[in-house]
Nanobody, 116 residues
Framework: QVQLVESGGGLMQAGGSLRLSCAVSGRTIIGLAMGWFRQAPGKERDVVAAISWNGGTTSYADSVKGRFTISRDNAKNTVYLQINSLKPEDTAVYYC?????????WGQGTQVTVSS
C-alpha cells in the first residue's frame, strides 16, 4: 500500500524559508508526475507545484511562482518543495501526491504557519 509522509513544516516568520519533503513508500515514483498541494483553513486543497515524471518540467500556481521550487529524487523516492520568501498567506497544510488520474491515498500533510 502506498504511503505518503510529508515533513519539514513549522512556525515561521514572513520572509523565511522552508524545505518540505515527501517520502513515498510502497511504490516507486519513477515514471509518475508528482505535485505539492496545500489546504488553508476553510478552503479547498489546491495544487501549488507540479513536476514531470523525469523532473524536466515544472509548473507553479501564480501565487507561488518565483518563491517555490519543486524537485524530486527518484533514487530516494522523495519529492521536495523549497519555499522562499514566506508570506502569511502561505499558511496551510501542505500535501504531496501523484498527478496521475487517480491519486494515492493522501498523507497527513505538514503544517506551515507563517506569522507576519
Amino acid at each position: 500500500q502506498v504511503q505518503l509522509v510529508e515533513s519539514g513544516g513549522g512556525l515561521m516568520q514572513a520572509g523565511g524559508s522552508l524545505r518540505l519533503s515527501c517520502a513515498v513508500s510502497g511504490r516507486t515514483i519513477i515514471g509518475l508526475a508528482m505535485g505539492w498541494f496545500r489546504q488553508a483553513p476553510g478552503k479547498e486543497r489546491d495544487v501549488v507545484a507540479a513536476i514531470s515524471w523525469n523532473g524536466g518540467t515544472t509548473s507553479y500556481a501564480d501565487s507561488v511562482k518565483g518563491r517555490f521550487t519543486i524537485s524530486r529524487d527518484n533514487a530516494k523516492n522523495t519529492v521536495y518543495l523549497q519555499i522562499n520568501s514566506l508570506k502569511p498567506e502561505d499558511t496551510a497544510v501542505y500535501y504531496c501526491n501523484s498527478r496521475e488520474r487517480i491519486p494515492f491515498p493522501w498523507g497527513q500533510g505538514t503544517q506551515v504557519t507563517v506569522s507576519s
